[in-house]
């Protein structure tokens, strides 16, 4: 089945810094990519996801590149602020559009004011 | 937007009892649920995937019998922790996908169990 690597595990950024937080997906016919902020004790929500067919997208301070070839994707964040603190999870939807994410194991960001 | 409601948000039992746990898509149907286990400090773990009108299917490693799973309807799954054990307690969330809305991925708040 899927799986799905996630690095690094935790990020420590100065404020108005950038970070990055890259994942690696093993099947190949994976389709869908999102990314979740979750915060202590909450449902993950939803920031950005980019679908098979794109290579890149961004929302504001958020972007998500995609590399099929190399199946890796990754999440950039610019200008952080104290309260993108949080942890980050990556996913992927595995071949078969049965809507079941697999997650990474979570990245925990800290930005320092 | 799509809600999906989780109840309870938490819930203390002893152990060998069993708690049920209800997942409502409240403004869409939803054919097929998700199940996910996240133990502190750790990732969401899927479970099983809940299709109405017919049996979970359980990811490997879940014991089927002690997570019983039910979609009797298009905006109802359940799961039931049977036989509770301390080392079961994690938190517990559901997830329902929108298909109407294309990758409409909508989680539930949550359930805290806590077994005593």
């Known amino acids: 089945g899927e799986n799905v690597e996630q690095h690094p595990s935790t990020l420590s950024v100065q404020e108005g810094d950038s970070a990055v937080i890259k994942c690696t997906y093993s099947?190949?016919?994976?389709?869908?990519f999102p990314w979740y902020k979750q915060e202590l004790g909450k449902r993950p929500q939803l920031i950005i996801d980019?679908?098979?067919?794109?290579g890149e997208k961004k929302d504001q301070r958020i972007a998500v590149t995609l590399n099929k070839t190399a199946k890796h994707f990754s999440l950039h964040i610019t200008e952080t602020q104290p309260e993108d603190s949080a942890v980050y999870f990556c996913?992927?939807?595995?071949?078969?559009?049965?809507?079941?994410?697999?997650f990474g194991q979570g990245t925990t960001l800290q930005v320092k004011p | 937007g799509a809600v999906v409601s989780q109840h309870p948000s938490r819930v203390i039992c002893k152990s060998g009892t069993s708690v049920k746990i209800e997942c409502r898509s409240l403004?869409?149907?939803?054919?097929?649920m998700f199940w996910y286990r996240q133990f502190p400090k750790q990732s969401l773990m899927l479970m099983a995937t809940?299709?109405?009108?017919?049996?979970?299917?359980?990811e490997q490693g879940v014991e089927k019998d002690k997570f019983l799973i039910n979609h009797a309807s298009l905006t109802l799954s359940t799961l039931t922790v049977t036989s509770a054990h301390p080392e079961d307690s994690s938190f517990y969330i559901c997830?329902?996908?929108?298909?109407?809305?294309?990758?409409?991925?909508?989680f539930g708040s949550g359930t805290r169990l806590t077994v005593v």
């Open positions: 099947d190949s016919a994976s389709n869908y």
């Open positions: 980019i679908r098979s067919n794109v």
């Open positions: 997830s329902a996908v929108d298909f109407q809305a294309m990758y409409g991925y909508t």
């Open positions: 809940s299709n109405e009108g017919s049996k979970a299917t359980y």
């Open positions: 403004d869409f149907q939803a054919t097929t």
């Open positions: 996913a992927a939807s595995p071949r078969g559009n049965t809507g079941k994410l697999i």
